[in-house]
């Protein structure tokens, strides 16, 4: 089995709880915001529109030039945002959509590398676990969204909602 194709089993495992946890919360309130010891957490709908800018810039911004999924509203969800500060919010069930046929673009571009391409310099150039590997962006990707993950897995505890 190629590099890649084990990597793009981690990634679609990864998704596969995002939306199992997304499925949960189908029914609540997607703007509900939780203070948990005075800090403040992200919304579902925050969560959503992040993964959305997060498919775009680790696994398509850092491997190519030619495609690129970004919608005007993306970097108001980027590294560092601020929920507070968004000007722009997309509609929950059209963010909802748009993560899905994001991430399946994603994954049909990405099953397009080599092995020699993953080992290759990311063109983000950024250092992800003392490299600058394609395939280290990648795998950040993969913890990523298990981060994201757990969180809509605290927001379904937080909302009543048995997980197991």
Not at 48 to 63: A, E, G, M, P
Not at 85 to 99: F, M, R, V
Not at 134 to 161: D, F, Q, V
């Amino acid at each position: 089995m190629a590099k890649i194709e084990t990597i793009l089993e981690m990634i679609k495992s990864a998704r596969g709880l995002t939306l199992y946890y997304l499925s949960l919360l189908k029914d609540v309130d997607k703007e509900k915001v939780f203070v948990c010891e005075g800090k403040e957490l992200n919304s579902v709908h925050w969560i959503v529109c992040h993964l959305c800018w997060t498919d775009n810039f680790l696994l398509l911004k850092s491997s190519s030039t030619k495609i690129d999924l970004a919608k005007d509203w993306f970097e108001e969800y980027g590294f560092g945002s601020d929920p507070k500060a968004i000007i722009t919010k997309p509609n929950y069930d059209e963010a909802l959509e748009l993560l899905n046929t994001n991430r399946a673009q994603c994954i049909d571009y990405l099953s397009t590398l080599s092995d020699e391409e993953l080992e290759s310099d990311n063109l983000l150039d950024m250092n992800m676990g003392g490299s600058k590997a394609l395939k280290n962006i990648l795998y950040h990707s993969i913890r990523h969204e298990g981060t994201h993950a757990g969180h809509l897995g605290w927001l379904c505890k937080l909302h009543g909602i048995k997980t197991v």
